[in-house]
T-cell receptor, first 112, second 113 residues
Framework: SQQGEEDPQALSIQEGENATMNCSYKTSINNLQWYRQNSGRGLVHLILIRSNEREKHSGRLRVTLDTSKKSSSLLITASRAADTASYFCATDATGANSKLTFGKGITLSVRP | NAGVTQTPKFQVLKTGQSMTLQCAQDMNHNSMYWYRQDPGMGLRLIYYSASEGTTDKGEVPNGYNVSRLNKREFSLRLESAAPSQTSVYFC????????????FGAGTRLSVL
């Protein structure tokens, strides 16, 4: 069963705009991670936020976590055509024995 | 710096045929995972191996078997392929630490006719 559910399912923006993607989950977590998947490739880890953190930055990425609402958001600022990919949130649930549960993903298209 | 290597990249099978998907990692990771990815379903865990010598079922293990051959290699076997097993299969590995960050291979695209 899916733990993380991303929203929206698809997003199309112009280069230079910001992209915001949301993820909701159901159980308590140790951390939440975001991964990117380029077409025809494997997933690549982008950023991790621990359950006791509220915000994390990495380059043009900003992740927030609200454990009271069981939700997270990923913001990509000043998007580029190369950001076109699918983005997945993954939860490391408490007691999950090193397993991650992935959402269904968000397809981001950045138009040049 | 190969990371996680999966073979083959593509495969077409007929219903009832068997095959083994191979996965090897060169990062000295303890844990390895097999996922399948279907349109609109995200990634679903098939089997995982927390350490050499151990394997456990994931969310969708039916129709599959695994072998953790050694620390580097983790194979996935389809004994009698079915059209419902048409999917993209990903292998992943991770080091044993609290972060639980996984590293993925490029995938095997399998079609069962």
């Amino acid at each position: 069963s899916q733990q993380g559910e991303e929203d929206p399912q698809a997003l199309s923006i112009q280069e230079g705009e910001n992209a915001t993607m949301n993820c909701s989950y159901k159980t308590s977590i140790n951390n939440l991670q975001w991964y990117r998947q380029n077409s025809g490739r494997g997933l690549v880890h982008l950023i991790l936020i621990r359950s006791n953190e509220r915000e994390k930055h990495s380059g043009r990425l900003r992740v927030t976590l609200d454990t009271s609402k069981k939700s997270s958001s990923l913001l990509i600022t000043a998007s580029r055509a190369a950001d076109t990919a699918s983005y997945f949130c993954a939860t490391d649930a408490t007691g999950a024995n090193s397993k991650l549960t992935f959402g269904k993903g968000i397809t981001l298209s950045v138009r040049p | 710096n190969a990371g996680v290597t999966q073979t083959p990249k593509f495969q077409v099978l007929k219903t009832g045929q068997s095959m083994t998907l191979q996965c090897a990692q060169d990062m000295n990771h303890n844990s390895m995972y097999w996922y399948r990815q279907d349109p609109g379903m995200g990634l679903r865990l098939i089997y995982y191996s927390a350490s050499e010598g151990t394997t456990d079922k994931g969310e969708v293990p039916n129709g599959y078997n695994v072998s953790r051959l050694n620390k580097r290699e983790f194979s996935l076997r389809l004994e009698s392929a079915a059209p419902s097993q048409t999917s993209v299969y990903f292998c992943a590995s991770k080091v044993t630490d609290r972060r639980n960050i996984q590293y993925f291979g490029a995938g095997t695209r399998l079609s069962v006719l």
